[in-house]
C-alpha cells in the first residue's frame, strides 16, 4: 500500500534562516506531488505541484521554492524565512483517475 | 476547475444521519465531484468521490442530481470524531499531467451529544 511521509511535525525557526521540509511517498511510481499551505483558521492554499522529476508548477509567487530530485521525494525550501511563511504546511500525492492523500503535516512558526 | 458553494457551517445530533450540501452549477461533463475532509490539525483525509452516479463506501454516500449540478455527502451515523471541515471539489480526474486540487473554505461540520 502507499504511504507518505512528512518531516518534521514541527518546527520553530527565526526569521531570516532557511527551511528545508521533505515528503516522499513510497509504494508507487511517478505520483503527481503537491505542497499546500494553511495559515492559522484559514483554507488549503496550493503552492507547488509536480507532475515529474524537475518538474516544478508554481500557483503563487512568495519566498518559497520547491523541487523533485527524486520520482518520489518533493522538497519545500527556502533561502530566508519571513514571519509570514508561518503556517501549517501539507505534502500530499496522487495519481489520475485518483484523489490527492495528504501526509500529516508539518507547523511551522516563525518567530 | 469548476467553482464549488457549501454552507459555512452545520450541526447534527450524533447518530443522526448528516447531509452536507455542495453546489457545482459550472460542473463539465468530465469533472468529478471529490470530498475530503479535515479534523482539526490533521492533514485532509479523501471520503469519496463521484462522476454522476451515487457512491457509497464504508465512510459515506455520494448523491448526485441528474443535471450534476449539486451533491450531498451523507454521513449516515455521525459520532463525535466525525466534527471536522468537509470540503467539496471538482476537477477532471484523467488528466495527462496533475490536475490541481483546490480547496475552497468548506463546512465545519459540529457533531454534538
Known amino acids: 500500500s502507499q504511504t507518505i511521509h512528512q518531516w518534521p511535525a514541527t518546527l520553530v525557526q527565526p526569521v531570516g534562516s532557511p527551511l528545508s521540509l521533505e515528503c516522499t511517498v513510497e509504494?508507487?511510481?511517478?505520483?503527481?506531488l503537491y505542497w499546500y499551505r494553511q495559515a492559522a483558521g484559514r483554507g488549503l492554499q496550493l503552492l507547488f505541484y509536480?507532475?515529474?522529476?524537475?518538474?516544478i508548477s508554481s500557483e503563487v509567487p512568495q519566498n518559497l521554492s520547491a523541487s523533485r530530485p527524486q520520482d518520489r521525494q518533493f522538497i519545500l525550501s527556502s533561502k530566508k524565512l519571513l514571519l509570514s511563511d508561518s503556517g501549517f504546511y501539507l505534502c500530499?500525492?496522487?495519481?489520475?483517475?485518483?484523489?490527492?492523500?495528504f501526509g500529516q503535516g508539518t507547523r511551522l512558526t516563525v518567530v | 476547475d469548476a467553482k464549488t458553494t457549501q454552507p459555512p457551517s452545520m450541526d447534527c445530533a450524533e447518530g443522526r444521519a448528516a447531509n452536507l450540501p455542495c453546489n457545482h452549477s459550472?460542473?463539465?461533463?468530465?469533472?468529478?465531484v471529490y470530498w475530503y475532509r479535515q479534523i482539526h490539525s490533521q492533514g485532509p483525509q479523501y471520503i469519496i468521490h463521484?462522476?454522476?452516479n451515487n457512491e457509497t463506501n464504508e465512510m459515506a454516500s455520494l448523491i448526485i442530481t441528474e443535471d450534476r449540478k449539486s451533491s450531498t455527502l451523507i454521513l449516515p451515523h455521525a459520532t463525535l470524531r466525525d466534527t471536522a471541515v468537509y470540503y467539496c471539489?471538482?476537477?477532471?480526474?484523467?488528466?495527462?499531467?496533475?490536475?490541481?486540487?483546490?480547496f475552497g473554505t468548506g463546512t465545519r461540520l459540529q457533531v454534538t451529544l
Open positions: 459550472t460542473i463539465s461533463g468530465n469533472e468529478y
Open positions: 509504494g508507487t511510481s511517478n505520483p503527481n
Open positions: 509536480s507532475v515529474g522529476i524537475g518538474q
Open positions: 500530499a500525492w496522487g495519481l489520475s483517475g485518483v484523489g490527492a492523500f
Open positions: 471539489i471538482v476537477r477532471p480526474s484523467n488528466t495527462g499531467t496533475a490536475s490541481k486540487l483546490t
Open positions: 463521484g462522476l454522476k
